[in-house]
C-alpha cells in the first residue's frame, strides 16, 4: 500500500513535481457536500524574482532559471483534468546556490476535487542535477495529507548533457518517504525506494508549443513505468504514463528552445 502511494505521488508532479489521483479517494456525499461549501481556490503561484537574460542552467534537459514559468495540462486515466505551474527560484544556502522549483496543481473543476503543491529543492554537481528534497501537500475531494521524501545523498535527477545523448545511459537514485495525515501518526518507508533511470533514442514530439527533438527517458519503480521528453532549454514537455496518464507543456516564460 505504501509503495502504491509513493507512485501516485511521482507519477502526478508535481512532480515527480505534481502528482495526485482521486481514483482511490472514497468519500460520501455529506463530505464532498461540505468539502464544495469550505473550499477556496488556491492563489496561482508566482517566482519571487524576473529572469535573467544571462542566466545559464547548469543542464539545458533540466533547466533550473530563477523566475521561469512553465505551464501543463494533465490528463488522469481517471478521467480528472488537471493544470499544472511550475515556478523556479533560488537562493544561496551555507555556501551554495540552491535552486527551490514550487509546482501548484489545480484540476479543472478549480481544485475542489484536487489541488496539490511540491516543493523540490535541486543542486548543480558541475552539469549534473541533484535533487535534495521533496515535500507535497495534497487536498484531494477534502481529504488532506502530506509527504516528504529523504534522498540520499548524490541523487541525480538528471545526468550530464552528453549522457543525455547516449541511448542507453542509465542512473539511479533513491529516497525514503515519510506520509502525514491529520489524527494519524506519521508512516515512515520500511525500505527505500530505487528509481531507475535509462535514455532511450531522439524523437519527434508534438505538443501544444510545438514540435521538438526530444529525448525520452523513463523512470521506472518496478513494474510501474513513466516516460518522460525532454528538449533542451525547455525541460519536461511531455510525459506517459504506464497506467495511462500523461502531461503536456502548454506555455512558458523564462525558458528558451534550443536547436
Known sequence: MRLILIIVILSAIALSGCNGSTTNINSNGNSNANAARNFKPPQ????AEAVDPNFKPCNPYFPLVPGSIAKYVINYSSGLVGDLTVVVDAADEDGRKVFTQRSQLVDRSGGMKQNQSVVRRFICDGDRVQILSEKTETNAEGQVSSSE?????NSLVMTDPKSVLIKGSKWTHAF????????QSPTRSDQPTVIAFE???????????GTFKAVPISRKIGENLTVDHYVAGLGLVKRLS??????????????KPQD
Open 176 to 183: 525514503r518517504s515519510v506520509f502525514h495525515v491529520p489524527g
Open 44 to 47: 496561482p503561484i508566482k517566482p
Open 242 to 255: 504506464k497506467e495511462g496518464s500523461s502531461w503536456e507543456m502548454k506555455e512558458y516564460s523564462g525558458l
Open 199 to 209: 535514455v532511450g533514442s531522439p524523437e519527434t514530439v508534438t505538443t501544444a508549443i
Open 149 to 153: 521524501f529523504e534522498f540520499r545523498e
